[in-house]
């Protein structure tokens, strides 16, 4: 006999995604009662706890951990199949990841026009390093992630979307950055381990024997960057992000090598896209090249050799 059903996998995704039954009942629009009733109904069911309380919220247990991977890839395929039998537009949810550059530079405009072609499509979109993304993707806790250079993924599709030029940012008067050395044992400003423009940059440093003198660790381009103005560091951003945050006469910028400064987007997913997924694929495919390319503008001037 099946002990799984739709409904109970959607209460019990609703309970791990917000963390406790007061939250989830409210987006469900069910009462808490119900709510508590349907998840130990589950754990009876399957014989084993599916969360435990970490002070007020309620976090998943191993064994609910495997579960939610397997839910996410069920709802997933009920909403393909329901969307399939209706042979209408795409509709429902969206689960959408991407490195916080791209949320704030390159998505605004694409996610405006995706929403008024596909109104009934609602996007859930949720940032991150590319590490983390990748892992998201490949649980089924997201449909599609745009990630960057350089990444692994075995199992999952990708496309190239989008050109980005990354460079070096220091305070304001500092003197001219031609290679790694020039930076001393300058302090890193960076997202947590994982981001694929955090290793480029401590790989630029381990290549010419430079240790910085340590790494920070920030949650927000607007932070890094208003540290960097400070004199707390270096960072290294795509100047995409810059023009978007209207933070170049914030900073210094200097050109990074050719194998550094240059870098793609890709958007991964994992199977067969889901018809919310296709629409978002078809849309970016039809982007002029002029949409994909790094952002036009004033390039940090570099030396004809740039050595490590």
């Not at 960072?235 to 050109?255: M, Y």
Request: charged fraction near 25%; glycine fraction near 6%.
């Amino acid at each position: 006999m099946r002990m799984l059903d739709l409904d109970s996998l959607e209460i019990f995704r609703t309970v791990a995604r917000e963390g406790g039954v007061i939250r989830a009942a409210a987006r469900l629009n069910r009462v808490q009662s119900n709510v508590t009733t349907r998840i130990k109904q589950l754990e009876e069911r399957l014989g084993v706890a599916l969360f435990r309380r970490q002070g007020r919220s309620l976090v998943l247990s191993a064994e609910g951990d495997s579960l939610l991977v397997h839910a996410e890839q069920l709802l997933r395929l009920a909403d393909e199949a329901e969307s399939a039998l209706r042979d209408g537009p795409a509709r429902g949810p969206f689960r959408l990841g991407s490195l916080e550059s791209t949320a704030g530079s390159r998505l605004p405009a694409i996610l405006a026009r995706y929403h008024r072609l596909h109104p009934a499509v609602v996007i859930e979109l949720g940032t991150g390093n590319t590490a983390a993304l990748l892992q998201k993707v490949i649980d089924y806790r997201l449909e599609a992630a745009f990630v960057s250079e350089p990444f692994t993924a075995p199992g999952l599709a990708s496309i190239p979307v989008f050109e980005e030029e990354l460079v070096l940012i220091t305070a304001r008067g500092h003197l001219p950055v031609q290679r790694a050395a020039d930076l001393g044992r300058s302090t890193i400003l960076a997202f947590s381990q994982g981001c694929s423009y955090r290793k480029r940059l401590e790989d630029w440093f381990g290549q010419a024997n430079v240790l910085p003198e340590r790494v920070l660790e920030f949650a927000s381009y607007p932070a890094i960057i208003a540290c960097v103005a400070a004199g707390t560091g270096c960072a290294i951003v795509p100047r995409s992000v810059l023009l978007t945050l209207r933070a170049s006469v914030d900073v210094a910028e200097h050109a990074l090598p050719e194998r550094v400064r240059r870098n793609r987007t890709h958007l991964v997913w994992r199977g067969e896209p889901s018809p919310a997924l296709q629409r978002l694929i078809t849309l970016l495919d039809a982007l002029p090249p002029a949409s994909r390319a790094a952002v036009p503008g004033r390039r940090a001037k570099s030396p004809e050799t740039m050595p490590a």
